[in-house]
């Protein structure tokens, strides 16, 4: 027997049409490319690139367009439907990624060099177990590049649609540095909509 979609998936699933253009005129894309901007390169040229709960991508989509296509990009993520059009996205920049229809923790992941992750942490029931996930799949040193939700009274309209949780500052470094990362920098972004609802992190694993 199938298993039952989580409501929270079909949501997404409903939303996916229009989630990608949505990303592009809240400011979203822009401000990934400013994050990612703004951190330090690799020594080492990056192989392999993991987008945890991608929806259609944009933050690997900016990442392409900031440090070149990877030999390997996985997209992961429960809704077939997100994932499809983040296919398209990243195939239009010249990469052909691999799907991974699953939550979080669901199913092992070949560690990667380099974890993109954008408000996946505040809709997991545990958030130190989910960056425990993360973690497993990144190899030693591997970095993650993390965007949480913050305090701010816009979430709590998003929070309305989405039933997310937000993380003060010093909550999220407690809680990453507590599931065996270091974290390197924070990301304030600088305007639009991301600058009010959400805030950066690099960290990379012990």
Same mark, same amino acid.
């Given at each position: 027997?199938? *298993?039952? *979609?989580?409501?929270a998936?079909?949501?997404?699933?409903?939303?996916?049409?229009?989630? /990608?253009? *949505?990303?592009?005129?809240?400011?979203?894309?822009?401000?990934?490319?400013?994050?990612?901007?703004?951190?330090?390169?690799?020594?080492?040229?990056?192989?392999?690139?993991?987008d945890? /709960?991608?929806?259609?991508?944009?933050?690997?989509?900016?990442?392409?367009?900031?440090?070149?296509?990877?030999? *390997?990009?996985?997209?992961?993520?429960?809704?077939?439907?997100?994932?499809?059009?983040g296919?398209?996205?990243?195939?239009?920049? /010249?990469?052909?990624?691999?799907?991974v229809?699953?939550?979080?923790?669901?199913?092992?992941?070949?560690?990667?060099?380099?974890?993109?992750?954008?408000?996946?942490?505040?809709?997991?029931?545990?958030?130190?177990?989910?960056?425990?996930?993360?973690?497993?799949?990144?190899?030693?040193?591997?970095?993650?590049?993390?965007?949480?939700s913050?305090?701010?009274?816009?979430?709590?309209?998003?929070?309305?649609?989405?039933?997310?949780?937000?993380?003060?500052?010093?909550?999220?470094?407690?809680?990453?540095?507590?599931?065996?990362?270091?974290?390197?920098?924070?990301?304030?972004?600088?305007?639009?909509?991301?600058?009010?609802?959400?805030?950066?992190?690099?960290?990379?694993?012990?």
């Open positions: 027997m199938p *298993k039952t *979609k989580a409501p998936t079909s949501r997404y699933d409903a939303a996916a049409p229009r989630w /990608g253009d *949505k990303m592009r005129t809240l400011g979203y894309f822009d401000g990934y490319l400013g994050l990612l901007s703004a951190q330090r390169p690799r020594a080492d040229q990056c192989s392999h690139v993991v945890i /709960g991608s929806g259609t991508a944009a933050f690997a989509e900016a990442w392409i367009a900031i440090n070149g296509a990877p030999d *390997k990009l996985t997209l992961l993520d429960p809704s077939r439907a997100m994932l499809e059009r296919r398209n996205s990243v195939r239009a920049r /010249g990469v052909e990624p691999q799907l229809q699953a939550m979080l923790g669901e199913i092992d992941l070949e560690p990667a060099d380099e974890a993109l992750a954008a408000h996946v942490l505040e809709h997991c029931p545990d958030p130190s177990a989910a960056l425990g996930h993360i973690r497993a799949a990144l190899l030693p040193g591997g970095r993650l590049h993390l965007v949480v913050k305090p701010h009274w816009c979430n709590a309209i998003i929070w309305l649609q989405w039933r997310h949780r937000t993380f003060g500052r010093d909550e999220i470094l407690q809680l990453v540095q507590g599931a065996g990362f270091s974290v390197e920098d924070f990301y304030s972004f600088p305007s639009g909509p991301p600058s009010r609802t959400s805030m950066g992190l690099l960290a990379t694993r012990n």
